[in-house]
């Protein structure tokens, strides 16, 4: 692992465990044990250690779940599989997060909006006419309908409102 990947790692546990506005490039140094300047040298601001953290978490997210879709014996499995990938990513993340990304970082926000939208609901969709097909999802379900539904389903899990964090 490099210098720059050893820093979004390590910068990595301080954001999904504290948030991203809460941590100090002086924070992510001591948590590493090296110097701001090691940092610097890497990343200009935090703002661009940020986006090179989320484009590599957002690529291997990426890997991950075409590597579960290519890999599972049918739709039952591929659910399984994804739902225990996402309960092991979403456990590992502190809500706050979310509210950093779009209050002080609406480009980076942007981009995992743009996954979200767009691989992921893609990813939904086809293990529905996969499972269509296969005849273990019923044939009048509208694939886009339900991808959609199920997007805000688990958005729904990390809304305040609907549950609020000193309660769930």
């Known amino acids: 692992m490099g210098t720059k990947e050893r820093i979004a790692s390590g910068a990595q546990e301080l954001f999904f465990r504290f948030g991203i506005r809460r941590i100090t490039m002086d924070e992510i140094a001591n948590h590493l044990g090296i110097s701001k300047k090691t940092i610097y040298r890497s990343f200009k601001d935090k703002e661009e250690l940020v986006l090179y953290l989320f484009k590599s978490k957002l690529k291997d997210d990426k890997r991950d779940f075409t590597c579960i879709q290519q890999d599972s014996k049918n739709i039952v499995d591929e659910v399984f599989c994804i739902m225990s990938r996402m309960s092991e990513l979403f456990s590992k993340i502190n809500p706050v997060i979310f509210y950093d990304l779009q209050k002080y970082h609406p480009k980076i926000w942007q981009l995992f909006k743009d996954f979200k939208g767009e691989f992921i609901l893609g990813i939904v ?44």
């Open 125 to 168: 969709e086809k293990m529905i006419t996969k499972g269509i097909k296969d005849k273990l999802v019923r044939s009048d379900v509208n694939p886009k309908v339900f991808a959609r539904l199920r997007m805000e389903e688990i958005e729904m899990g990390f809304n305040p409102d609907v549950f609020p964090i000193d309660k769930f």
